[in-house]
Structures are given as C-alpha cells and as structure tokens.
C-alpha cells in the first residue's frame, strides 16, 4: 500500500473507531490496523498511543497497546526500530564522524535528531527521505576495506536496501583535481596486493569496477542542478560543526568544486608521503584519490547483489603538510553530488 | 450406446448453460425415450482455452469425438456464450469439431447440437456452413436456448418437449443474472448529496444476460416505446437499447421523450420522430427501465417528466428494487411487481429481483471514517479497487475472531482477532474475486482471458471465494489440493493445464496470508510444472507475522501487521 494511500486509511480509522460498536472484536482489529500502521509512519507516534491506550483504554484496547508496546519494549532507550524500516532504497555509508555529520546537514537530518539502533549490528542510524527515495544514513566507525566489507555484511543482515553509497573525504592527485573537487569512483582498485621481488613489488590490484549506468551523467551534476556548488558552501558555512583549521570564508567565497570520474585506490595505508603520484604511475593513469574503505564496501555489496558508488570529497593530497581542515567541507560537497544524482532519478538499483 | 453427451465449454465458463439432469431430459426426450427412472446416458465435458494463441492444436477433442461416436445419438452441447470467448478461434474451433464429429459417424447416427446466443445458426458462420453443406447435414438438428424453434434435418421430427426442455426460462435466466450481480461494499454517494449507502448494485461486465432478461420482460408487457433516464448507468443503457433491438420497439431517453427538437435529443432524427409520434397518440404504452427503486423519489421525477407529454399507459421496469419498496410477508413468493402511488397515479412497478439497499446515517462509523479517508465513492465511476472502508464493513460481517486453522507445520500461535473470510458470503465473494481479478489485471496490464488462476482446493477455506472464482466471473481457474500443497510434488494435471496455456499469466490467488508458506509453496508447484515463477499472487488480507520470506510478486486487497496472538492458556479461546 503506498504511503498516501495508507495514511488516508489512518485517519479514516481514527475517524471511525469513537463510533464503531464498542461490542464487536471488527473494534479490536481495527486497532491494530491503526497501531499497526502508526507503527510503521511514525514508530515514536505509536508508542505514545500505545502507553495512553493501555493506561486509559477499555479491555480490548488495553491489551491492544500493551501487547504492541512489548514489541516495542526491546529498542527503549533510543527510538525503536520498526520492522518495516528495515528496507529502504539506498543506504549512505560514512566512515568517520566529520564524514557523517556532513552526509546528515546535506540530507537535512536535524542535529539534534536522535538515531535508531539498527538490530545487532553495533551501528546506529538516521533515516531521511528525498524525491520519495527512503535513505539511511549511518556509520561505520572505524577506517579499513576489512572493517567497511564486516559493516555492509552486518548492515545487510539489519536493513535491505537495492543500492548503496559511500560517501566521503579522500587523498587526492594534486594537478587532476582541487581540495574540495568530488572524485566519483569508475573503478575501486585494491592497490596492496603484490608480489615482493628482488626488484621491487610487482603489483597486482584487484578491480572492482561501479556499474557504467550509475556514472553516465555525474559529470553534467552542473547541468541537473546548477546551484549545487553554492548549496556546498551555504551548508558548511551553516553548519554547526566546526573543525580546526577550518577552510577561511574567503576560502569558501572562492570555492567551486567540480566532479571528476576516476580511479579511487583502497588500502590499508594512510597515504601522508605524496606517494599517490607513484601510485598511479605504477598502477593505472586514470587514478584520481586515494582512500582506506571503497574495495571492501565494493566486494561486500557485489557479494549481496547490491549496487554501489564510491563518492569523495578531496580534502588532502596525501602530502607530509597535509591538514584536516578539510573533511568535512570535502564530504560536504560528496554527499551533495550524490544528494543531486538522486533528486535527478539517476541512483537507480541494479539491473537484472 | 442410445445417446450420450458431450459438452464443448471454455474453460472460464466450464458451468455455463443447462445442468447435467436437464441435458439427460432432453437427451430422453431426443431417443424417446420415457422411463426417467433408466440409468443416465453418458455424459463428458471438454474445455478450451477462452482466448487462444493462434491456432487450436488440430487434433483437440480426438479422443471426446471417438467416444461420441459410439452412440447412435449424440448430444452436442455448445450452450455457452459466445461473448465470453474469443470469438473468430472459437468459431473455427466448433465447426471443426461438428465436422470431424460427422465424419466420424455414419448415417444412422444423429447429432442434436444446442446452442447458446449463436441462437439462428447462420449459414455464414463458420458452424452454419458445416450444418447447410456437410454431406450428412441431415443427421443434424440445432436447438437454440431462447425459446426459438430448433431446426431439425429432414425425416427427423423433434417433439415439442425437446425445445421446451431446451428453452433457458425467464426464472433461470433471472436465477443467472441474480448470481452474477456485483453488489460492492462501500460508502457510496446517493443522488441526494446528504445521503450514503452501503451498497452499489451492477451487473457483472461478464454479465449479458440482462438484455435478454429485459427483452424477455418487454415481450411481455408489449409496450409501444421504452424509456430510461440519460443519467442510467452505462450497463442498463445498453442492455434496454438490446432488448429493444430484439424486440423492434423505439427506445429513447425520458430527456428524448421530453425534448422539444431532435436537436436536443440524443437520439438519431427519424427515431426521435417515431418516439414523440408516439406521445401524440392517446393510446401509446410505454414502459420507463429503472436499475434500482428505493424510496421512489427519484423514480417519481422521471414519472412526473414523462407525464408532462405522455398521457398513455406507462408502467415500470425496475431491474432492483429494494426490499422496502416491495415488502412482503415472509415464506410469501415475490410476484415479480407491485403497485405504486406517484404523484396521485397509480402505477405497476414491474422488477427483476429484490435486494437490500441500506441507507448509512451521516454519524455511522463508515460515513465518519470514509469522510475522513476521502472514500466516498461516486457510483457513476468505474472502479479499480475496494475502499479500505468497504473491506471493514466485509470483516464485520464475516466476523472477527481467532485464527482457524493454523497450519500445523508452522507452529505458531494463531491471531486473536483475524477476519474470518472463510465465512463471507457468496455475494461478497462474488465481490472480493472481482476485486482480486481487477487487481491482477492492473498489475499485469493483461487482459483477463489472459489469465489463469491458480488457488488452493481446500474445503476449509474461503471456499465462497473459490466458488465465485470458478463458477461465477468467467476466468480460468486450475486448482491444486492441500495434500499436493504440503507435499510439493507436482501434480501432472497441473503441468498438462499451464502447459497448455504457454502465452498466459499464472497468478495465484488466496483469500489470506500470514507467512507466505501456502503462496511459496504453490509457486515451488507451479515452477515444477512450467519452469516458471507465477507472475503475480493476490490476496485479499496480508496479516504477516514475524520475519518470513515475503514473495516479491505478491500484491494484497489489504494490510497491516497484527499484534495480539491468541494465548491458549489464557482462556482467551
């Protein structure tokens, strides 16, 4: 049943039950079906009915609410989870704090919005909604293509969804791209494994290559929403989080970030010695950023048929002198691309 | 063999036309036979697919012909209509199948073949022209349905009682009509706009009888014109203009009748001339075709507007009426009219069958709730699906209690307050399949000869809705037992029918579901027959619990995720 039509069948029963016969059990099993549906819109609403309705309701409604509040017993605390949450359209993946927060102010998530606990997985979430796609937006805590390959394992078994994207800060290839520019990935090379020889590393990366409809118009986002890059500079120069060694406002008065496709390398390595020039002599010319997630994002989501983006805010070149000031910024203008794709109808779910 | 008999059916109209112990009397009357205590003739049915894809393989029917071809007098029964079939197919088909029927024979046997709305087999029809020209057309005899005189081949004289037999009577056809009557629940928009009823009463759209109901009825009352408001629903407009047709009587609009010039009026200019000649002269009968009376008043005003250039005999012909605007005491068999005081005359309401048309007061929990909702329903408007508010008042009717039964296999509690739609009844079945049907045309975007019903055979389920699906809305229904459900083995009859209806869509339907259980199990059935998915299940009530797998294809009347389980120990049982 789509959302409209089910609401009108929410206040069509809320408009009903005063008046249906308080004898008959049709009374009871509409209840559920407002509880049932409350449950689903607006898990917090439900609860509150349910607590008035077992304290104040009549025998039936009474343990009406109390059954359903036990279903909602176990997610006390912060707000439950209702079971048909657990699918959605697309989940956006953050790694860090800075990369979440800024993921959450483009997708207009309320600071002081409190997340739900998604089931076992450890991980927390905030689910939003955009161009009628339901989003999650959560976190994986900790850097690493092992540790973001055990979230999306975990993840799947919490939430369905047909799509997901990591979003995100990155090293990236001083003279190809800018601090604050977007690479989206073509393909996520695991650049480590090699072979160690008397000559050096042989290295032999393992491609994982993004889904050829998914990127076809990433680089026209100008032309789909001309206003994104100002939209980039208002949501950082609003946002309540504030960084160290945060871009200058004449920083942000000058910035213009573009989007380039590319080659995005996964290790286990922070790049901080101005090596990602190397790497992409070595490895592939068309390798744009250097980050620590994609390839195990990557290989987890292909493992469950899910389709998946790498998307990267430039915040660094990988150089000695590197800062952080721009995490936030960077991810910033990442989520806005993949804010801008969606609205367009272009972040769509694998094709059978 | 003295006679058997073979009926040639589609398969969504397998029950359509007389039953079995009527074909067995006309089959009697045919050899002459007297002695009704005798044992009965043999008797088989064959289906075809409705709408066929292309050709019909060429040897269908081989086996039911050589069979038939035993006896010396064969009985082909084609008393189905032709309206529901794809037409150009199906006539090639029966005319190949009378053919091959005659090759087989020999020229003592005789074939008696009856017909439904082919009515006068015509000679430029494909199965009029093996009756005028096949070598033993003399064999033949064709005897139509309608009352009309069955035509037998030369030396073969036919008793009265064969075509008496064979007549379908202005009961049955009415006993028909009545059982293919959607009657929608709802809060439905009455022409007072203060005003809601429960109900909506309309024919079926598999529903032709009604035309031949009202010519049957015009035949009677013999009237000079026919009248029916411009406002009446298409399906009324139509079948008053058929029965006309076949009653060569002028019918018009009240609006046409009243119109002052023909270029007012709806209808043709000739026609319109014929139909206020008619008002000029002082002795003219009319008769005005109404869907439904209730309290009269709207009857009253198309009576007052015709009175105003009518002054001849009138009299009127109410498809429904309610069963307040004919009361009658009980055990007492309806007479079919009554009489009624409008504007100081009195005048015959003559109707085709009583039902129950409930007004809802405006502080009623439906009108409340589908004022709320926006589920009002405008009844001039086609319909897509049930408001939500008409599937509560079906729940209430049906009642609502604990779960029976739980499939053992799944050892769970059952749900404390679960619709028992296993206990509604045959009109809202009726109702509840349509509504199914609907569902998964627009789903599919096919058209429903298109489709094919799968549906679970058990005698404890909804079997109203399962009567309705197989007996009542013309579609093609396969069934499969609970036995071969739980044993998941493949049942060969099941691979021999979808397999004979490659082009189709399989859709499952159930009338509940709460763990998918019986909807995957069907769909492991019908992949071991066809190598396929179905392309759509539909239910009407989706009550899940827990976590199962839900099928992708699955699409619901209605939802929602039940709460309180039934405790056995609690006493609540």
Known sequence: MSSIASNRELQALVAALPAVPEDGSIRAAMLEALLSRLETESPATAQVCATVLASHGDKIAHEVAETLQLRLKPFEGLQPRAAPLDEVDLIVVAVKPPELDACLAVFGVPPDERPRVLGVSGMCGWFAELSSTRILITMAGSAGNVQAAMVMAALRREVRAPVAVLVGMAAGLEGKVEIGDVVVAEHVLEYEFARLTEDGPEYQPRISDVEERLLRSVEIVDRLDPDWTGEARNVVQHASRREEHAPAESDLAGWSPRVHRGVIVAGAKLIEDGSLPKLQHDLHDR?????????????????????????????????????????????????????????AGLVTPRQP | MDAVILRIRPDSAKSAGHRAERLQEIARALVGEQDAGRRPFEAQTAAFPAAPRGHITAGIFAAEIEWAAKADTIVLDLGFSMRRVRRGVIDKLLADTLKRLLDATTDTHRIAVIVGDLKVVKSQDDLGRVVDTHHRRDRVAVIPTDGTSPRSASGWTLSDEVGELAEVTLDELRASFMQ??????????????????????????????????????????????????????????????????????????????????????????????RLRSLVMTADTSMVLVVPLAKSGSALSASVAQIRTVHKGSLCVLAILVDYHFAPLPKGVAPPQST????????????????????????????????????????MSLDWLSPSPVGLWSLYREAGVDIESPVPKSSKRLPIRWFPQLSKMSDEDALWVGECLIRLAKAELGAAVEDLVFVLPD?????????????????VTVLTVTREEIDRGVGNEDLSLQLGRRGGNRIVVVDESTVTYSTLLKIDRLVRDAVNRSPDLAVVALELPIGDHPRPSYLRALHAWRPIVMADPTSGVQ
């Open chain 1, 287 to 343: 390798i744009r950023a250097a980050e620590m997630e994609g390839a195990g994002f990557a290989v987890a989501c292909d493992e469950a048929g899910v389709a998946w983006m790498v998307i990267r805010g430039i915040a660094d070149f990988g150089n000695p002198n590197r800062v952080k000031g721009w995490q936030f910024a960077a991810t910033v203008a990442a989520a806005l691309v993949l804010r801008t794709l969606i609205t």
């Open chain 2, 458 to 474: 058990e005698p404890s389920g909804a079997e109203a809705l399962a009567r309705a699906l197989k007996d009542r809305l013309d």
């Open chain 2, 180 to 273: 293919r009557l959607l009657r929608r629940r709802g809060v439905f928009q009455s022409t007072r706009h203060d005003e809601y009823l429960r109900f909506h009463y309309a024919p079926h759209p598999s529903n032709d009888l009604l035309s031949e109901l009202v010519a049957r009825k015009l035949s009677e009352l013999a009237p000079d014109a026919v009248l029916y408001d411009g406002s009446a629903p298409e399906w009324l407009s139509t079948a008053v203009l058929a029965a006309a047709n076949i009653e060569t009587i002028t019918a018009g609009t009240v609006g046409d009748l009243t119109s002052k010039s023909t270029s007012k009026a709806t209808l043709e200019a000739d026609v319109w001339e």
């Open chain 2, 339 to 378: 009489i009624k005081e409008f504007g100081g005359e009195r005048i015959e309401v003559h109707y085709i069958e009583r039902v129950h048309q409930t007004l809802l007061a405006s502080d009623h929990w439906q009108v409340l709730a589908a004022r709320a909702g926006n589920f009002v329903e405008d």
